[in-house]
C-alpha cells in the first residue's frame, strides 16, 4: 500500500513549512530525501467492508463506502467493485461483522484474490487480529489507511515527523499482535511479552524525542505568526474541497493542486490585496475529513498554527458534493478539537460550475449562514468574495482624525500607502485625514513623524459591524437533500 501518485517534485512545496528545515541542509538532497519513494510494487487489490450504524443515510447511496473507495485509491490501491456493509445496531465486539457477513467476506477475498480488506471503521487491535485470521488477508482500518496516505505525501521533515507521531502513538497499543509468533510452543510466552516490553520503550523514547522537536516547531511557528502585522485569513475546508485551487486563483501562489485525498500536507501563506492599501496575509493547509484520525489532528498542531490563530476562517466547501452539509459538520468537529470554534467564518459554496442539481445551492444557503458561491476554476463570484474579506478586515481596523503638518513627507507617504484614506484635506499648514488603519499602521505612523508633538490622532465615532460577522451554525428545521 504505498504507490504514491504525486508527481516526484512539487516546486510549490510549503514555503512556511519549509522554513523549518535545517539552514545548513543541501536543498537538492533535501528534497530527495523527503520525497516519499514511490515503490514499483503493484496496486494492491483492496476490498472494502464496513460497518453502518442504522441511522447511517450512506446505506442508501449508490456506493456507500465512495469516500473509503477514493482514500484507497489515493493511497495507490487496485480499488475492487464488491463492497461488504453490514448495517445494524451495534458492532461485533470480535469481528465487527457478523459471523455470516465475515464468512462471506473471506470467499469474496479468495474469489477476487484481494490482498487487503480495508475497513471503513476503527478497528480494535484484537477485531483487526480476529479479522485477519479469519479472511486470511491482510485486514486496516481507516485511521490507518489516512496515516498511510499523509506518510506518502509528507514532504517537509515537519511533516513527516507528524506523521511519524501520529503513527507511533497508533501503532503502540497494537505491538501486541507483531510478537505473538515467538509465543508458540511450551515455555516461549515469556519471549514474546520481553520483546513487546523493549518495543513498547523504544516506541515511547521515540515520541518523546519526536514531541520534543515539534514543541520546538510550534514555538519557532508561534513567534513566526505573532510577528506578522496583519489581518489573517486561513483557508479550511473538507479535503479536495479546492482549497489549493481557491488560493491560486487569489494569490497566484503556486500551490499544488489534485484530485486526491489530502494533496496539501503542509501550509502555505501569502499576501493577498483585498482592497484599496488592505492586504491580509492568506494561509492554505490541510485539508480535513469525517473521523479525522485524533493522533493525526494533535500532531498536527504546528502545521495548523495559521488556522488556530487567524483572525477570520474562509470555510471551502464542494458544493457540488451531495454531502456537504455532512462535510461541514465534519470541518467544525475537527476546528473544535483545535479549539477554532468560535472564530469568524465566511463560507466559500465553491464548484458552481459543476453544481448539477439546481436545488443544491439554494438548499445550502438556507442551511449555512454567510455564504457566498465562487468558482475557484473560472473565476465566479472572487470579486465578491474579496470585497467580503476587504469588508471582514476593515471592521477590525479603527477609524481616526489624524491632523500632521504638512512637512511630514515619510509619515504622509506611510498614510497614504497603508491606510484606508476615507477624506484628505488642506488647512494652512495642516493635513487632515479621515482615514480606516490597522494598530500596526497607527503604530508605524507614530514612528515616521519627526515632531511627534505636532501629530494629532483622535478616534473617529465606530461603525456598526457589518453584518454576518458570526460563526454559523447549520439552521435547526429539518429538510430532506435532494437526492442524487
Ligand atoms: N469544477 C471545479 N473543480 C474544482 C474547483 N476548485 C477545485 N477544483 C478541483 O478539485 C480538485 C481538488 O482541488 P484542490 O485545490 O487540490 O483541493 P484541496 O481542498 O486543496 O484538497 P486537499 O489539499 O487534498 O485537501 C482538483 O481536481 C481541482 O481542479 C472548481 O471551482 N470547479
Ligand atoms: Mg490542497
Known amino acids: 500500500m504505498s504507490r504514491s501518485r504525486r508527481p516526484a517534485q512539487d516546486p510549490a512545496h510549503d514555503a512556511d513549512d519549509a522554513a523549518d528545515e535545517p539552514a545548513h541542509d543541501d536543498p537538492a538532497a533535501r528534497r530527495d530525501r523527503h520525497v516519499p519513494q514511490a515503490t ?106 489516512i496515516l498511510d496516505i499523509f506518510a ?113 500536507l503542509d501550509t502555505r501563506t501569502k499576501p493577498w490585496t483585498v482592497g484599496p492599501n488592505r492586504v491580509v496575509l492568506l494561509s492554505d493547509t490541510v485539508g480535513f475529513i469525517r473521523h479525522l484520525p485524533h493522533h493525526l489532528v494533535e500532531s498536527f498542531h504546528a502545521t495548523l498554527e495559521e488556522v488556530v490563530t487567524a483572525d477570520l476562517l474562509l470555510h471551502v466547501i464542494d458544493a457540488s458534493d451531495p454531502d456537504a452539509l455532512a462535510h461541514v459538520e465534519a470541518v467544525r468537529e475537527v476546528l473544535g478539537q483545535l479549539g477554532a470554534s468560535d472564530k469568524p467564518e465566511l463560507i466559500a459554496l465553491n464548484k458552481v460550475d459543476r453544481v448539477a442539481e439546481p436545488e443544491l445551492l439554494p438548499y445550502l444557503e438556507r442551511r449555512l449562514l454567510r455564504t457566498l458561491r465562487v468558482s475557484a476554476r473560472t473565476g465566479e463570484g472572487i470579486e465578491a468574495l474579496r470585497a467580503a474579506v476587504n469588508e471582514q478586515a476593515a471592521a477590525r481596523e479603527g477609524r481616526w482624525s489624524i491632523s500632521l503638518d504638512v512637512r511630514e513627507g515619510a509619515a504622509i507617504a506611510w498614510l497614504d500607502g497603508r491606510a484606508e484614506v476615507l477624506a484628505r484635506t488642506l488647512d494652512g499648514e495642516r493635513l487632515r485625514y479621515d482615514a480606516r488603519l490597522s494598530e500596526q499602521v497607527l503604530a508605524g505612523l507614530h514612528s515616521k513623524v519627526r515632531d511627534r508633538a505636532g501629530l494629532e490622532v483622535t478616534p473617529l465615532p465606530p461603525l456598526p459591524m457589518p453584518e454576518g460577522v458570526t460563526t454559523p451554525v447549520v439552521a435547526p428545521p429539518p429538510e430532506p437533500a435532494p437526492v442524487r
Open 40 to 145: 514499483a510494487r503493484p496496486a494492491e487489490r483492496a476490498l472494502l467492508a464496513a460497518w453502518l450504524e442504522q441511522k447511517d443515510e450512506r446505506a442508501l447511496r449508490d456506493d456507500p463506502l465512495e469516500e473509503l473507495a477514493a482514500l484507497a485509491d489515493t493511497a495507490g490501491c487496485e480499488v475492487l467493485e464488491q463492497r461488504t456493509v453490514q448495517r445494524r445496531d451495534r458492532p461485533d465486539g470480535a469481528t465487527l461483522l457478523g459471523k455470516g457477513t465475515v464468512e462471506r467476506l473471506g470467499q469474496l477475498v479468495k474469489d477476487e484474490r484481494a490482498q487487503v480488506v480495508i475497513f471503513d471503521n476503527d478497528l480494535a487491535p484484537a477485531q483487526r487480529r480476529n479479522l485477519e485470521k479469519a479472511l486470511e488477508t491482510k485486514v486496516i482500518d481507516r485511521t490507518e489507511l
Open 152 to 264: 506518502q505525501h509528507a514532504r517537509t521533515t515537519q511533516a513527516r515527523l507528524q506523521v511519524e507521531l501520529a503513527q507511533l502513538e497508533y501503532s503502540l497499543p497494537r505491538l501486541r499482535g507483531l510478537w505473538t509468533h515467538l509465543d508458540t510452543g511450551v515455555g516461549r510466552r515469556a519471549a514474546g511479552e520481553k520483546q513487546i516490553e523493549v518495543d513498547k520503550r523504544l516506541v515511547r523514547t521515540r515520541i518523546q524525542e519526536i514531541r520534543r522537536e515539534l514543541e520546538q516547531v510550534r514555538a519557532r511557528k508561534e513567534r513566526q505568526v505573532a510577528g506578522r502585522a496583519a489581518y489573517t485569513v486561513a483557508i479550511v475546508g473538507y479535503t479536495n474541497a479546492g482549497k489549493s485551487t481557491l488560493m491560486n486563483r487569489l494569490t497566484e501562489a503556486g500551490v499544488y493542486v489534485a484530485d486526491q485525498l489530502f494533496a496539501t
